[in-house]
């Protein structure tokens, strides 16, 4: 998934216009680009994972776990 793809819930289209004059159909421009994508992506990776963390770590901190006795009536909800 882009990260563009991540924040906004659809992808954004690229349209570039590869010409016969553009030497070996490389454009330096589109390669820094995709760099600059990578990047961000990864540095959204680990933001995602560090928010992860602090999240877990607070939900442990209130969660109290439910213990029931044999024979105890309980209702369930499904």
């Known amino acids: ?5 991540y924040v906004y819930r659809y992808d954004l289209k690229f349209y ?3 010409g016969d004059t553009v030497p070996n159909r490389e454009i ?3 390669k820094e ?3 600059t994508f990578k ?3 990864r540095e959204l990776q680990q933001q995602m994972v560090k928010t992860q963390k602090h999240q877990t ?3 442990n901190l209130q ?3 439910k213990e029931f006795k044999k024979g105890q009536l309980i209702k369930l909800s499904i």
């Open 16 to 18: 570039i216009d590869i």
């Open 28 to 30: 330096p421009s589109a």
């Open 39 to 41: 990047k961000l992506h």
């Open 57 to 59: 770590k607070y939900y």
């Open 1 to 5: 998934m882009t990260p563009f793809k």
């Open 63 to 65: 969660y109290k776990p």
């Open 33 to 35: 680009q995709v760099e």
